[in-house]
């Protein structure tokens, strides 16, 4: 039997390329999920499929970087359906830069905001769910370039570092609680938007959003228990 079948879980980032797939393996696997994101209507698919419409819920025009709204979300979940098993954040964003030394203020607190504020509020929001029942996992995405950046990604990297130091701290905190907290490490993710911006790559170096999916359904499965503070590399070919 599947680990995750009738877990709770919510997707952050849930209509993104790598979110919808996440979404997808966790829905397969019978699991209930609540899709969250900041648009609408790109979720249709999955709420107008009749093998799925009573296990998802798409929670949409949600701002996760804003910590009213995202405690909000949070106390209607528990209240109407109970505190989460498992939470994955895969909302992040980038962008590249003309140098370290012309970084402008609004552009580095847009990166902390996407990828570092996005994982603070939600955790905020959701852990303490988890902690009152004992278990949980929290997964999020960090980057490839969170250890080592290149040049021109100086926001980016930084921001994704700080993500994964924050993971690396929050499992040792949860550790306790039996709450095992991990970070995905992907390279270049093989999605339409990548390709369009660098079409002369070779793409079958790129890992493709499903495969990052299966990995992240493995670490929120009992069959990871033992794992907590993973920085997972997933570089694909």
């Not at 039997?1 to 996440?22: D, E, H, P, R």
């Not at 648009?39 to 970087?65: C, K, N």
């Not at 929050?170 to 999605?191: H, S």
């Not at 990548?194 to 890992?207: G, L």
Request: glycine share 10%; with cysteine.
């Amino acid at each position: 039997m599947n680990s995750v079948k009738g877990k709770l879980v919510v997707v952050t980032g849930a209509a993104g390329n790598l979110g919808k797939a996440v979404v997808k393996e966790f829905l397969q696997s019978g699991a209930i999920v609540f899709g969250v994101d900041h648009s609408t209507g790109r979720l249709d698919t999955f709420s107008e499929m009749p093998a799925y419409e009573d296990r998802f819920f798409a929670i949409e025009e949600v701002d996760v970087t804003d910590i009213a709204v995202i405690m909000s979300l949070a106390e209607e979940i528990k209240q109407n359906h109970g505190g989460i098993d498992i939470l994955v954040n895969t909302v992040g964003g980038f962008t590249t830069d003309a140098g370290v030394h012309e970084v402008d203020r609004k552009s580095f607190q847009r990166m902390m905001g996407l990828n570092v504020y996005s994982f603070l509020n939600v955790t905020k929001g959701f852990v303490p769910h988890m902690i009152k029942k004992k278990g949980g996992k929290v997964i999020c995405v960090g980057a490839k370039s969170g250890l080592q950046a290149s040049a021109n990604t100086g926001a980016y990297a930084a921001s994704k570092a700080a993500l994964m130091r924050l993971s690396e701290s929050l499992a040792a905190e949860l550790k306790p609680f039996n709450i095992q907290v991990n970070c995905v490490l992907p390279g270049t993710i093989d999605t339409p938007q990548n390709r369009k911006s660098m079409p002369k790559a070779d793409f079958s170096a790129w890992v493709p959003p499903k495969k990052i999916a299966k990995v992240i359904l493995f670490l929120a499965s009992s069959k990871s228990d033992a794992i907590t503070g993973g920085l997972i590399p997933v570089y694909g070919g």
